[in-house]
C-alpha cells in the first residue's frame, strides 16, 4: 500500500496488488515489509532530530513534472496525482513532455501510456536531436543539457517555480560510481538544486530514495 505518513511517503511490499485513489497500481512482492522513504516532502518542518528542515514543496508552489515517457517520470507524475489527493495546502502541477525529435511511434507510447494512467501532459517540440546528431564528442552531455535548458524555459513560461526530474537511488549511486571511475571525483545529484540560469526556478528529485526494482514491478503491472 502507499500512503502519506507525515512528510514520508511509505510504500509496502505487498501479497497482492492494490489500487490508491489515483489510480496507483502497486504490484505485490514475496517479501512482507515495510520501506520508508522521504520521496516528496511537503511543507516545512522538522527531522527526527528536532532540526528545522525545508521541504521540497512549498504552499503556492508551481510544480513542473516533467516526463521522458519513461517508467520512472510517468511514476513520479502518478505520485504527485496522489500527493494532490492528501495535500495540506494548495500548491499546483503540470505535466510536461518535451518532444525533442521522437519518431511517430515513440511519440505515440507516451501519449497512449499517458492516456492510460489519467495524466493529462503537455507536449511541445524542440528540435534537440536534429541539433546534437552531427556532435562527436558527448552527445549524450550536450543532449541533456539541452533538454533541461527546454524544459526550465517552457515551466517558465507556464508560470511554474519548480520542475520536477524523475531521477530514482539507483541513478544516484550509478552517478556516484561513473565519477569515480571515469572523472576520478566524488560528486552526484543533489535531491534539490537552485538554478543558476533561471532566476526563481528550483530543481528537485522527488524519487531520490526509490529503489528501481519497485518501479520497475509497479511498470509490469500496468503494462506500460
Known amino acids: 500500500m502507499l500512503k502519506p505518513l507525515g512528510d514520508r511517503i511509505v510504500v509496502k511490499m505487498l501479497e497482492k496488488e492494490e489500487t ?35 521541504m521540497a514543496i512549498k504552499e503556492g508552489d508551481k510544480v513542473a513534472v516533467c516526463i521522458s515517457g519513461g517508467k520512472d517520470s510517468m511514476l513520479m507524475a502518478k505520485l504527485f496525482q496522489e500527493l494532490k489527493l492528501h495535500n495540506k495546502f494548495p500548491f499546483e502541477v503540470e505535466f510536461l513532455v518535451m518532444d525533442p525529435g521522437y519518431s511517430p511511434d515513440n511519440r505515440h507510447v507516451i501519449e497512449e501510456n ?25 552527445p549524450c552531455y550536450l543532449c541533456a543539457r539541452m533538454r533541461r535548458g527546454y524544459l526550465y524555459s517552457y515551466a517558465k513560461e507556464l508560470g511554474c517555480n519548480k520542475i520536477a526530474l524523475g531521477h530514482h537511488y539507483d541513478d544516484v549511486i550509478e552517478t556516484i560510481l561513473m565519477g569515480m571511475l571515469y572523472g576520478a571525483q566524488v560528486q552526484t545529484m543533489m535531491p534539490k538544486l537552485h538554478s543558476t540560469n533561471f532566476e526563481g526556478m528550483e530543481l528537485i528529485r522527488p524519487l531520490y530514495l526509490v529503489r528501481e526494482d519497485d518501479i520497475k514491478a509497479w511498470r509490469d503491472y500496468n503494462h506500460l
Open 20 to 54: 490508491t485513489k489515483s489510480g496507483i497500481i502497486l504490484a505485490g512482492k514475496s517479501e512482507e515489509k515495510s520501506q520508508v522513504a522521504e520521496v516528496i516532502k511537503v511543507g516545512d518542518g522538522t527531522n527526527s532530530e528536532g532540526k528545522k528542515v525545508e
Open 114 to 138: 499517458a492516456r492510460k494512467l489519467g495524466i493529462p501532459v503537455h507536449i511541445f517540440e524542440s528540435d534537440i536531436f536534429d541539433a546534437v546528431y552531427t556532435i562527436e564528442k558527448s
